[in-house]
């Protein structure tokens, strides 16, 4: 999954059928983006989103899970138990704002424990500093005077630079923020000499590192360059460390670094840290309310309850409730058939579509006083934490980054080196960004130099375009992970432009902006949470992970405060993810690998696991439908799933664009019709639309045994009426919903025969459309216009429909047999597919004897054409081994043909004839001969597998006699 989402770049029982019911309305999706372009305020504006805020009770009655209803329902869900939440995290609260208090005390958290121990012990504390001056004598005795020197020209460069800073205070912005910290910090100083402790030289160090290398900045380029080479020479005596296997991306700067935590101001303000709500669903009777001791703020306590007073959010909680039960089956509904349509009505149905490629995205960021910096707790340190309500989908802040890509962090040998590195980097986005940059906290490890420092307080590991390597922005230095984040990360590609100026989108793109969009609604006192990297399993697993990869032990209010149901729901991603990486899962198994994934989608629903993992699931749904030709739930699936990826990449997202296409044209999807087994039509997938609350039943397959494939055709509606019927009247005990409900029921038999699957005789998807004037489709049609008229142009107009009609009729011909019927048997469905490859081997084979027989070759091209034609899924999965090869090594076993099944592909199989094998190639080739010799004698069944045949991979029959059917079958090898 994650390989997908690396080389592209994914809700619950409960909403996929109201918002399939969208998704049906979601083809006018295609005449609504006019613009092509997407603002927020254009999205903000959708018909579940009016003033009064009304409609968004609906939408979160409806559908958490749509784009729109997202932003509401889920926002106000969030809103509204977060208040409860805070009754919970209470007791972390106050340890925060305990450590707030003892912060503004003075004492600095990282060297609290440090400095307990050092006044408990003032021995120790004397052996710790003795230990700490040897740390920096270990460097090499020759280098040691050097060092020093260094040392010393650094802290003299230093000491210039505050003389500078001072000069140019009275100009610089800095000045006020500089001022309030230098005071605050000569606070903490007076404090902490009354406390008898002493006094911390960080403070001095920034000082004298931080602010002024920033205002070093105002200086001319030239004398900075100079300054680089100055720091270059002092710097290159001291050698970068080993790096230790902490993470794949190893930091430039390895040296645990301890913990001090940055100075910044610390407003004694209400805390809330960042919580996914709770998972204990409100219910309508008892609908949560604001409670006084939920926030340590009086007044922002006040404020909440103002809120919960004015009704909607509770309202919608209500709504939400209900629904949820309805759609999740637990209880029956109590809303009306009616009040349904009508919260489904609401549901947004304008998704934008992306953009050409390089548009200009006109969204709206939100202003930087929307969050703030804040401590959030020990462990953590600082983070982002909200100061306004911020709806989902809203983009929080879009960074610019310094990166530094794995190459370039190798080819650093000496600390210098990399400081100069990250220094020029940083320069380039502009002084005020650079000042902003140098100003951000850093360890005082005086190895690390001053963008080191920075470097490895801050910076992120990350992955982009198949690279590894760091980043750090300035908002994104504070913001930290969550294992259930409310936030989500993406990049900007920029592509290099032309002469002209003009985007060049064959070329490799460089990455861009850093931005960061809210993918659940977060309160204002929450903190903003991203995920670094996908995380699974119970909070331990995830710690673990947190540690291995990032070189912390995760301590987000998930880990830290473990609930069962965030861990069963992360504890089950971990188990049932990689069944929908199984080949034989897929292949075999689809009803089962889709009962699974509903369960998962449910577990992560309820969790609030709004993110990618959510959103691969049903990309994965999608694609095993489609590895099944089953174009109806495949296209339902990455209705839903573009739905998420819109909320989580915007309109530009590179998922997004891709989930987009292969919604409009889920042939496209890796592995798409691997087996015919669920062969349907996008049309069908209106009969999963308009099933209501049944979706879910037909959608996931849920009636359907595991290795069992219902094709959507078979599900058949039984009127209410009629049901009723022929229960022979017997409603007693039913109430009246149950009573007018219809039924759907699984026509028995074998599917009907498919009509081919032909790209040219398919009506295009853009038919679908209901959309008047729908700019897309347009589009389409004069592409095929214009393919249409090339065509005639190009082999005059009647010869060349001849010329078709020929060929249509011939291959006609061909695949008669093989419509004949169609099995529904996964095995036998398989070995006429893998049938197909034989021939190519086979024909293959005659070639390389050098078999020139005319009427021969050409019966043979003939064969070869068509195994082409029907093995091409072969071919294509074998691109995509992990994701959707089926499995290679099925077999049939002979109690499997004895129970007869007539599809063409078994008949062909039986008739085909195995061949002793030998590992002789002269042995081996006479064989071949003998098996083409006996082909037509021998009546015995054989299936086909892959194996290994000297080194190669080759398809291989597997004989069983006539006599061995439901004894044993022998195995020869070809
Ligand atoms: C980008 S910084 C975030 C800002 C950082 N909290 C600070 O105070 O500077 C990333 C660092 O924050 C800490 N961090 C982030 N998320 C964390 C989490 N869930 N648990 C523990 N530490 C975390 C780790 O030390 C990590 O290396």
Not at 146 to 162: D, G, L, T
């Amino acid at each position: 999954m994650s390989d997908i989402l690396a080389a592209l770049g994914s809700e619950s029982d409960s909403d996929y059928d109201s918002n399939t019911d969208s998704d049906s309305e979601s083809g006018s999706e295609l005449g609504t983006d006019q613009n092509g372009q997407l603002s927020l305020s254009e999205r903000e504006t959708t018909p579940d989103e009016d003033a009064d805020g009304d409609s968004s009770e609906g939408d979160a009655g409806d559908d958490p899970l749509s784009v729109g209803g997202l932003k509401e329902n889920v926002g106000d869900t969030m809103f509204v138990r977060g208040v409860k939440e805070q009754i919970e995290l209470d007791e972390v609260t106050e340890t925060v704002i305990d450590s707030v208090s003892a912060l503004q005390l003075g004492v600095e958290l990282g060297v609290l424990g440090e400095k307990d121990e050092k006044k408990d012990d003032p021995e120790k504390k004397e052996n710790e500093l003795e230990a700490e001056e040897q740390i920096h004598i270990t460097e090499p005795a020759a280098d040691e005077g050097k060092k020093e020197e260094s040392v010393e020209e650094e802290n003299a460069e230093q000491k210039s630079e505050i003389v500078d800073l001072e000069e140019n205070e009275g100009h610089d912005e800095q000045k006020t923020e500089g001022d309030s910290e230098l005071k605050n910090r000569e606070d903490n100083e007076k404090e902490s000499e009354a406390h008898g402790e002493e006094r911390n030289n960080s403070v001095d160090e920034r000082e004298n590192e931080g602010n002024n290398e920033a205002n070093k900045e105002g200086d001319d380029e030239q004398k900075d360059e100079g300054e680089d080479q100055n720091v270059e020479e002092e710097e290159s005596i001291l050698v970068l460390p080993v790096p230790p296997p902490i993470s794949p991306i190893s930091p430039i700067f390895p040296i645990p670094r301890p913990v001090a935590l940055p100075e910044l101001a610390i407003k004694p303000a209400p805390l809330a840290i960042y919580a996914p709500p709770s998972p204990s669903e409100p219910t309508a009777s008892s609908p949560p309310s604001a409670s006084p001791s939920s926030s340590s703020c009086p007044s922002s306590a006040t404020k909440t309850q103002d809120k919960a007073k004015r009704q909607p959010e509770i309202d919608a909680e209500a709504a939400l409730a209900t629904y949820l039960k309805e759609i999740d089956g637990n209880t029956k509904s109590d809303a009306s058939e009616d009040a349904r349509e009508e919260l489904l009505q609401r549901l947004p149905t304008n998704l934008p579509f992306p953009p050409p490629n390089g548009t200009e995205m006109k969204e709206e960021i939100l202003p930087a006083t929307a969050f703030e910096r804040r401590l959030v707790n020990k462990e953590m340190g600082y983070g982002l934490v909200a100061l306004q309500n911020i709806r989902a989908g809203t983009v929080i802040f879009a960074d610019q980054l310094v990166t530094i890509w794995q190459e370039e962090q190798e080819s650093c040998r000496k600390m210098n080196e990399a400081n100069t590195m990250i220094r020029r980097k940083a320069r380039k986005h502009g002084k005020e960004w650079f000042k902003q940059f140098m100003a951000l906290s850093r360890p005082k490890v005086k190895e690390y130099g001053i963008m080191g420092g920075i470097w490895d307080a801050h910076h992120l590991p990350t992955t982009w375009s198949g690279k590894r390597g760091g980043i750090i922005g300035l908002n994104l230095a504070y913001i930290n992970h969550g294992c259930i984040p409310n936030a989500f990360m993406t990049y900007e590609s920029i592509y290099p432009p032309d002469k002209d100026g003009i985007p060049q989108y064959d070329k490799q793109p460089q990455l861009g902006r850093a931005v960061v969009r809210a993918i659940t609604e977060i309160r204002a006192g929450v903190e903003i949470c991203i995920s670094y990297g996908q995380t699974a399993g119970t909070a331990k697993m995830r710690q673990n992970q947190t540690d291995y990869h990032f070189g912390f032990k995760c301590a987000c209010c998930v880990c830290a405060k473990p609930t069962e149901s965030f861990e069963n729901a992360l504890h089950a991603y971990q188990r049932l993810e990689p069944a929908f990486n199984d080949r034989f899962i897929i292949a075999d198994k689809p009803a089962l690998a889709l009962k699974l994934a509903l369960d998962l989608i449910q577990q992560l629903r309820r969790a609030y696991v709004y993110d990618n993992r959510l959103a691969m699931i049903w990309v994965k749904c999608a694609m095993i439908a489609g590895h099944h030709s089953d174009l109806a739930r495949a296209h339902c699936f990455l209705s839903r799933a573009r739905q998420l990826v819109f909320l989580l990449e915007g309109p530009s997202g590179g998922l997004y664009r891709q989930v987009r296409n292969w919604w409009l044209a889920p042939r496209l999807m890796p592995g798409f019709g691997g087996t015919q087994r669920g062969l349907s039509s996008v049309r069908d997938s209106l009969k999963i639309y308009r099933s209501g609350s049944d979706s879910k039943q037909i959608l996931f397959m849920v009636d359907a045994a595991a290795g069992e494939y219902i094709r959507v055709s078979r599900y058949k509606k039984i009127p209410a009426a009629a049901k009723n019927e022929q229960a022979g009247g017997d409603t007693e005990g039913k109430d009246d919903e149950e009573k007018n409900k219809a039924r759907w029921e699984i026509v028995d038999g074998l599917d009907p025969i498919p009509p081919k699957l032909d790209m040219r005789t398919e009506p295009p998807i853009h038919e679908w459309c209901s959309v008047e004037n729908c700019r897309s489709c347009r589009r389409t049609d004069r592409r095929e216009k214009r393919i249409r008229e090339s065509r005639e142009r190009r082999n005059g107009g009647e010869k060349e429909e001849k010329e078709a009609e020929e060929a249509k009729e011939e291959e006609k011909g061909d695949d008669k047999e093989e419509e004949k019927e169609v099995c529904t048997d996964p095995k036998t469905d398989f070995a006429r597919l893998l049938l197909n490859a034989v021939d190519v081997f086979e024909h293959s084979d005659g070639e390389a004897e050098g078999n020139t027989d005319t009427k021969n070759r050409s019966k043979k091209e003939k064969l070869s054409n068509r195994a082409r034609r029907g093995s091409k899924w072969y071919l294509d999965a074998l691109k995509y081994p992990r994701i959707l090869t089926p499995d290679l090594d099925v077999n049939i076993s002979p109690v499997d043909r004895a129970a007869g099944c007539n599809c063409v592909g078994l008949q062909q199989a039986e008739s085909a004839e195995s061949v002793q094998s030998s590992e002789n190639p002269e042995e081996e080739q006479k064989g071949k001969k003998k098996k083409r010799k006996g082909k037509k004698k021998k009546n015995n069944h054989a299936e086909t597998v892959i194996q290994d045949v000297g080194g190669e991979r080759k398809v291989v029959l597997v004989e069983a006699s006539d006599a061995g059917v439901g004894s044993s079958a022998t195995v020869e090898q070809d």
